[in-house]
C-alpha cells in the first residue's frame, strides 16, 4: 500500500470517531513520532560516543576523568 493510500485510509477511519477518540488517536500518532525521534537522537549520540572515546579517554586529560 503507497502511503498516500495509507494516509488515505487513517484519514477516513479517523472521521468515522467522535471527537476524543480521534484526539487520542492524534495523540498516539504524536506519540509515535516523538518516539521515533527519540530513537534517531540515542543512535546519533551512540554514534558520536565511539567516535569521540578515542579523543576523551587518553593520558594527557586524566585530570578531567572525575568532574
Not at 1 to 7: D, G, I
Request: negative net charge.
Amino acid at each position: 500500500m503507497s502511503n498516500a493510500a495509507l494516509v488515505e485510509k487513517i484519514f477516513r477511519a479517523a472521521q468515522a470517531l467522535p471527537d476524543e477518540q480521534a484526539k487520542e488517536v492524534l495523540d498516539f500518532m504524536y506519540f509515535l513520532k516523538n518516539q521515533q525521534a527519540m530513537v534517531e537522537h540515542r543512535d546519533l549520540q551512540t554514534a558520536q560516543q565511539t567516535v569521540m572515546n578515542h579523543i576523551w579517554d587518553n593520558t594527557e586529560d586524566e585530570a578531567w576523568d572525575h568532574v
